[in-house]
């Protein structure tokens, strides 16, 4: 196959010209059409995956080709958040900050596109989607290079994608897709500053470093989850317990499911013997410090798996597995020292009663998303009320945590005077 890279980004460029004008309507007329286009043709679209599942199986691990894997409510799904992104307000053209100067100049900030966007990512197809859908209602072109062990998945969603274009008049251009896994093509990607405005890769920790060296375009990262939940000594313990295990164990293969528990010393020998009670039945195996290890050591706890903690390693650790690193901590300013130096910025929260131990978690936090009593897993563009999201941002510039149509737009001054001329 000869693809040429330059080409697509010329091609994007264009169709992004096109789209900066597209009205809100005809935009959520795109999303509704390929919202309906997903579910007509689902069966073509899990053949396709069903294949790229087969291959998938003995080379890659469970969570792995979990991430990979589509069914019928998982496409059902899918099509229900376009749709969800359709019902959202078109953030392009938005006037977010205005004012008049003193010399009578009138001036106002306007959200507009990015432009070009290309987003790199690994096994999981809903990503096509998403970066579709949240793409065109925000007035961007993109191009879009998956996985190879998703391929002919991604091939017969971008086949859905580019009838949906054509059926609303907008360009097929403004969605492409780099059909090969030819690792020199992404190589080529990362250098096309000439079209692209920024990239987004989607993908494990080599991706991300590999896309921030190589990349002569600004980059966005995040996604990976190295996520903390710190039980402190005045936290309502019985409901804390449904709280670890849904972070844990719901889906664990994602970026926002929980990795590391830390326990407050002053109720460990108590509150841990009790979780791990409920967690044993989900097969999660405790990853323990010391401290921890001896509590759960000396717990009767039936089919209870723990193991001593490689404190060198585990910690730094983002599992995507039913495996949990757990730690006992001596207050919450130790637990904010570990998150410090152990988080990757993503999702991190304290169960607590204490207002003063909730506020100090919350300032001296400094991930994307800092959360009191609550589940990790709400980081998620849909849940917050976003819609889909593209990626979560753990780095500090320009967006962060969930991107979805606000964060993949840029703004631009208007100013109006009357023939002004500066003094």
Not at 109 to 129: D, F, L, M, Q
Not at 288 to 305: R, T
Not at 310 to 315: L, N, P, R, Y
Request: proline fraction near 4%; charge should be negative.
């Amino acid at each position: 196959m000869n693809l040429s890279i330059q080409a697509m980004g010329k091609r994007a460029e264009q169709a992004a010209l096109t789209l900066s004008a597209v009205p809100t309507d005809v935009k959520n007329r795109f999303l509704e059409t390929l919202s309906e286009i997903l579910i007509k043709d689902m069966s073509g679209i899990l053949k396709a995956n069903a294949a790229d599942i087969h291959e998938a199986i003995p080379v890659l691990s469970e969570a792995l080709v979990d991430r990979l894997t589509l069914n019928q409510q998982r496409i059902e799904g899918i099509a229900a958040d376009v749709r969800n992104v359709a019902a959202l307000p078109d953030p392009v053209g938005e006037v977010f900050e205005s004012g008049v100067n003193r010399a009578g100049l009138r001036y106002e900030k306007v959200r507009v596109p990015v432009g070009v966007i290309a987003v790199i990512y690994e096994s999981r197809p809903n990503v096509t989607v998403d970066t579709a859908c949240l793409m065109i209602k925000s007035g961007n072109a993109a191009i879009l290079r998956g996985g190879k062990e998703t391929l002919r998945t991604n091939r017969a969603i971008i086949e859905v994608i580019r009838r949906a274009l054509e059926e609303t008049g907008l360009p097929q251009d403004a969605i492409q897709f780099i059909d090969s896994p030819d690792r020199n093509l992404v190589d080529q990607l990362l250098h096309l500053d000439e079209y692209i405005d920024l990239v987004i890769p989607r993908g494990g920790a080599g991706l991300h470093d590999f896309c921030r060296k190589n990349s002569r375009i600004p980059v966005i990262t995040g996604g990976i989850g190295i996520c903390h939940l710190f039980v402190d000594k005045s936290a309502d313990q019985q409901k804390s317990i449904p709280l670890i295990e849904n972070a844990k164990v719901q889906r664990p293969t994602v970026c926002n499911a929980l990795e590391t528990l830390l326990v407050h010393r002053d109720i460990a020998a108590e509150f841990l013997p009790k979780l791990a009670q409920q967690l044993a039945q989900d097969k999660v195996v405790f990853h323990a410090d010391a401290q921890a290890l001896a509590i759960l050591s000396a717990a009767s706890v039936p089919n209870l798996s723990v193991v001593a903690a490689d404190e060198a390693a585990d910690f730094d650790k983002e599992w995507l597995t039913l495996d949990l690193s757990v730690k006992v901590v001596a207050d919450v300013k130790e637990a904010i020292e570990h998150i410090r130096v152990h988080s990757t910025g993503h999702s991190d929260g304290i169960l607590t009663v204490d207002a003063e131990n909730a506020g100090l978690f919350k300032r001296a936090v400094d991930s994307a998303c800092v959360y009191v009593n609550s589940s990790t897993r709400f980081t998620d563009g849909a849940q917050l009320g976003l819609g889909a999201e593209i990626a979560i941002s753990t780095q500090p510039l320009h967006v962060r945590g969930p991107m979805a149509l606000r964060e993949l737009t840029t703004y631009k001054w208007l100013i109006t005077g009357d023939y002004s001329v500066r003094a």
